[in-house]
């Protein structure tokens, strides 16, 4: 893999564009910077290989969270053993992402199940098996107020955005066919010529399920950006606990702040859970101090700053920050004890 990129102003604009629509045809991600569909598929294919960016493929866990099993996951191990949990859950395709956090747990995991007693076998089973855990604890989603596949890099001007609104309807239940689809989907802008090969079926009936999945809602894409390259550089996990009667007004607000890429309602005593970007260490105090004079309902009980993603919505990245591989999110693979 190639040294990590450092982007111009034409590579920003090519990922955000693709942030708002990640399958864009070429032609349309061309005219929309001013360049070829060739200079467009060249600058997002070096991006790529450096590690710098990719699209990925994964439920919305806003809905997922309405009819199936979001949670997160604390891991306190023994120093010693930390690399080897990583190692191993990185694999795990329930596992959708892995931070190794300065206090408090040595690991904090972000899983999506189908339903509650595949979330137990993965804790009881597969995590108890870990060597040199010492403990674990379970928060359970219960509403996604907001998620990463949402945050922007602000390359472009708003007049220039790309905004691909949801087409009105019922939204499909997950179907076997459609299971298939988002296996096939290691790479969120494969053709669908590709996923028609790797299903056995045919080009439309693809392109056909694939925007069913899209416009109905079951589907997120998300353009995942190397956080060293987007001017944000330091991530940060927040807890906090919030009066029922004043979460959802909470939490709305706080999705509108740009350093906000998850906001997560949880069950136990800290029934808030943030997830952040940040332009430097100084501001978590500015951003706690904003945040106790906007929105008073809300108490910070914890905070922490990530060491390592060693995980991010099925990317593996390595100690820079870098791509390296993408471990597809399949909620129903079978948990394996080892």
Not at 73 to 79: K, R, V, Y
Request: with cysteine.
């Amino acid at each position: 893999m190639q040294d990590l990129l450092i982007p111009d102003e034409t590579d920003l604009k090519l990922v955000h564009a693709l942030q708002a629509a990640p399958r864009a045809s070429w032609h349309e991600l061309g005219r929309l910077l001013g360049v070829d569909p060739a200079t467009a598929t060249r600058r997002w294919q070096g991006l790529v290989e450096a590690g710098s960016a990719r699209v990925t493929a994964y439920p919305d866990v806003r809905l997922w969270a309405q009819d199936h099993c979001n949670a997160f996951i604390e891991l306190d191990l023994q120093p010693t053993a930390r690399a080897h949990a990583v190692e191993v859950l990185s694999r795990v395709p329930q596992i959708a992402s892995i931070s190794i956090v300065s206090s408090g747990r040595d690991l904090f995991l972000t899983v999506l199940t189908p339903d509650l007693a595949t979330l137990s076998r993965l804790v009881l089973q597969k995590l108890q098996q870990l060597p040199g855990l010492r403990g674990t604890r379970t928060h359970a989603v219960t509403t996604v107020y907001g998620e990463g596949n949402h945050w922007r890099l602000d390359a472009l001007s708003p007049r220039r955005r790309v905004h691909v609104p949801l087409k009105a309807g019922n939204r499909p239940v997950w179907k076997d066919h459609h299971r298939a689809v988002l296996r096939a989907l290691g790479d969120g802008r494969v053709p669908a010529a590709d996923i028609a090969a790797r299903t056995a079926r045919s080009g439309s009936t693809v392109r056909r399920w694939l925007n069913e999945m899209i416009d109905g809602g079951l589907l997120s894409l998300r353009c995942e950006v190397a956080q060293p390259i987007t001017g944000w550089p330091v991530a940060a996990t927040f807890w906090a606990r919030v009066p029922p009667h004043e979460l959802h007004r909470t939490a709305t607000a706080l999705t509108e702040l740009p350093e906000v890429r998850l906001c997560a309602a949880t069950t136990g005593a800290d029934n808030l859970v943030l997830t952040l970007w940040l332009r430097s260490l100084g501001d978590i105090q500015r951003l706690e101090a904003e945040l106790a004079g906007k929105l008073p309902a809300l108490t910070l009980t914890d905070r922490a700053v990530t060491l390592h993603a060693a995980k991010r919505m099925g990317c593996l990245l390595d100690d820079t920050g870098r791509i390296t591989d993408v471990v597809p999110i399949d909620p129903w693979a079978t948990v394996t004890p080892r």
